[in-house]
């Protein structure tokens, strides 16, 4: 039997050493500690149970054992005993077999059962366990994050299982869902002309949390903030699975992709007071998770709060949780390689002990001024599920915010809503009534019109309401306002005049998404009009309502191939001189001016639906066109400088492939041009010659 002796309380987790293996764990108010070892993660028992002497192996409020001979592969997990009080934040249960919350791999058995944590007694069988990794023998071949601007970055929502389940996707049959899968469709991800891919949950989380029959689909639930999820590995070997993920990062930055993270450090799938023990509760209950303090019938702190939406809230200003989530973006981007997180929910992040905003907000001071992530990108979701709603007012200098009124706005004004056209061009121009008073850079805004939430493209012209019945949950969960318009018939249609007024609307969603000042982000599957069938909640959708259909890609390629140019067109743009420029700066050299069906004289009125404005800088003139109204309208066009070319058509969204993109552009002949119903038009002039004096022949 190997050698046991006191090991050490850093590193946290299970640490790979000479002599064998250092566990070391947190939990001040347990009054007894075991690591449990396994020779399998089905093992119904253990095969071996150290109690850990308090004498010997704990120091302060840290548990540590190094047990000599052990390896990676190792299967563990804890378990630890002390009183079980919830009115007093106290959830002992020494039946409970725990994940180690640093563990950098995790093990699923066969017959995992999610409500097992959650009933009294042994959960050993139906347990999650974790594995001891040893992550310095992988290869990263020279690898480096990217570090590409904001202002050059074009961001790509994605689900990795998503990507390549269907079985249209045409990757190799073992790889479908899988890390592998993604680098087999990284050429259609260069080609499309993205420069980041956000991947949603990667982090281990339960699949079993969703109504009965259904599986978690997004993953909006980890049980673990360092290890990668089992679901997405094409090995059933955790430790291989690592490696798999490594391969994928590896392989998108081959092809100049970075690699964006959607990161959950806002709750945990031990869901509330009647959820299961994997981890944190079983552990260390108070620290971890934000509880309630009103006093229900005498009895106080055990509920927990809810900012979240998810049946508890993570305590993320304590301290032992503000080194946890430190440790595990540190970890992801040095051991890893990834290029940057967005936080769901990251408002929560906000809030104290008692669940109260603060102005300064230790966790977020502690990401902010890290110097390990001073050249990642950080990007809130700035708001949470309790009514906190900070666009515009996220805390900090380096991060980077979903612009939720861009989506709302955008979708309002396209669809023909009145009471939009001065908000909409506000949102066009990087939302200066949100951002401007931060003297911030354009891209602070975080420009979607759909992301995984909510209806996706196709779904925002087809149906006025949601439909997710599919959910098992009576119709009642999703968004009920989806600022959506089914173009005269809900759901799917043979009627072409309807078929082409849904293609156009997608066509001016993505114009304006994709050419809009800020950071453009579009979700999986728009380009070729991916359908979730209404359903504008599909979290729990493992199956083809949430995959990607890949023969759409050949149904609607026309759309493919206007978005491909389009971004193709957003990439030769100009680069700002400096891209630390703010919002003001940028705006004073290259101005704007607003015009309506005249010159110089822009319609804000309440029954405005168009907007028109040209962009001037040095080399370059650029005219835009947005009618929303369901009649053509003809607008004046300004006279561009003798020094200038005329006007040339760029995109009319009214034409067919392939006039409705040509970024060659075609020659426009008279001052002023018809835009049809329902359409945006782009015209740009280049500088021709310069009309400085030749200079005198000596």
């Known amino acids: 039997m190997s050698k046991v002796s006191s090991g050490t309380p850093y590193p946290l ?34 095969v071996r ?18 047990v000599e001979g052990l390896q990676a592969g190792q299967v563990y997990a804890f378990r630890a005993d002390g009183p079980y009080l919830p009115e007093h934040g106290l959830r002992f249960d020494a039946a409970k077999v725990l994940l180690d919350p640093y563990g950098r791999a995790v093990a699923m058995p066969a017959n995992y059962e999610r409500e097992a944590g959650a009933r009294p007694g042994n959960n050993c069988a139906h347990a999650m366990k974790s594995v001891v990794a040893d992550l310095s023998k992988y290869d990263w071949e020279g690898d480096t994050p990217l570090y590409r601007p904001f202002n050059r970055t074009i961001i790509y929502e994605m689900h990795v299982r998503g990507l390549t389940q269907h079985p249209s996707s045409g990757v190799t049959e073992s790889v479908r869902g899988t890390y592998a899968g993604v680098i087999e469709k990284i050429p259609y991800l260069k080609d499309l002309g993205i420069t980041a891919v956000e991947l949603l949950p990667v982090f281990q989380f339960d699949p079993q949390e969703a109504p009965r029959g259904l599986t978690n689909y997004w993953g909006y639930n980890p049980v673990s903030f360092f290890a990668p999820h089992l679901g997405y590995g094409q090995s059933k070997d955790p430790l291989v699975i690592l490696d798999e993920f490594r391969d994928m990062v590896k392989a998108l930055h081959r092809a100049e992709i970075e690699v964006l993270l959607d990161v959950v450090y806002n709750h945990t799938a031990e869901g509330n007071e009647e959820g299961p023990t994997f981890c944190f509760k079983g552990l260390e209950n108070a620290a971890y998770y934000i509880l309630e303090r009103k006093r229900i019938n005498g009895v106080h702190r055990s509920h927990y709060a809810n900012f979240s939406g998810c049946g ?10 503000r080194r946890m989530i430190l440790d595990s973006l540190r970890y992801w981007v040095e051991e890893m390689h990834v290029d940057g997180f967005r936080f769901d929910l990251a408002s929560v992040l906000s809030r104290d002990i008692q669940g109260h905003p603060q102005a300064s907000p230790p966790i977020l001071w502690d990401i902010e001024t890290d110097p390990v ?20 007012n996220f805390f900090g200098d380096h991060w980077k915010e979903w612009n939720g009124q861009f989506r709302d706005d955008v979708r309002s004004f396209v669809k023909g809503d009145p009471g939009h056209a001065e908000t909409f061009s ?9 951002y401007g008073h931060r003297n911030r850079e354009p891209e602070q805004s975080i420009n979607f019109v759909t992301c995984h939430d909510g209806f996706t493209m196709n779904d925002l012209v087809s149906y006025d309401k949601k439909h997710n019945q599919a959910n098992k949950e009576g119709n009642r969960d999703g968004h009920n306002h989806n600022h959506s318009w089914n173009c005269g018939v809900e759901g799917p249609t043979n009627d072409p005049a309807i078929e082409r007024m849904r293609l156009k609307q997608i066509k001016n969603f993505f114009t304006a998404n994709v050419l809009a000042m800020g950071v453009p982000m579009l979700s999986m599957g728009d380009e070729v009009r991916r359908t979730q069938l209404g359903n504008n909640n599909a979290y729990c959708q493992d199956n083809e309502i949430s995959w990607f259909d890949w023969d759409l890609l050949d149904k609607n390629a026309s759309l493919h191939r206007f978005v491909r140019r389009l971004i193709e067109y957003r990439r030769r743009l100009p680069e700002r001189e400096n891209p630390r420029f703010t919002l003001r700066e940028v705006m004073a050299l290259s101005p704007v001016r607003w015009h309506g069906i005249a010159l110089d004289r822009p319609d804000w009125s309440h029954d405005s639906r168009s907007v028109a404005f040209s962009i001037e800088t040095p080399n370059k003139w650029y005219h835009l066109i947005f009618n929303a109204y369901w009649e053509s309208i003809t607008f004046a066009l300004p006279i561009v400088p003798t020094e200038f070319d005329r006007w040339h058509r760029i995109i009319d969204t009214n034409l067919d492939s392939p006039k409705d993109i040509m970024i060659e552009g075609r020659p426009v002949s008279e001052n002023q041009y018809e835009v049809a119903d329902r359409s945006t038009v782009v015209l740009t002039s280049s500088k021709t010659r310069s009309l400085r004096p030749s200079p005198r022949p000596r």
Not at 49 to 66: A, E, G, K, Q, S
Not at 375 to 380: E, N, Q, Y
């Open 373 to 392: 992530l001073s050249g990642t990108k950080l990007i809130a979701e700035a708001w949470d599920a309790a009514g906190l709603y900070q666009v515009g």
């Open 49 to 66: 149970v150290i109690r850990l002497d308090p004498h010997l192996h704990r120091t302060f409020h840290y548990w540590h054992v190094l």
């Open 13 to 46: 987790g299970a640490t790979v050493t000479d002599d064998g293996v250092n566990f070391s764990v947190h939990s001040k108010s347990c009054s007894a500690m075991e690591l449990l070892l396994f020779d399998d993660v089905d093992d119904v028992r253990p």
């Open 312 to 321: 508890n809230t993570l305590n993320g200003n304590h301290a032992v949780v």
């Open 426 to 434: 506000k949102r066009f121009l990087a939302s200066p009534d949100i």
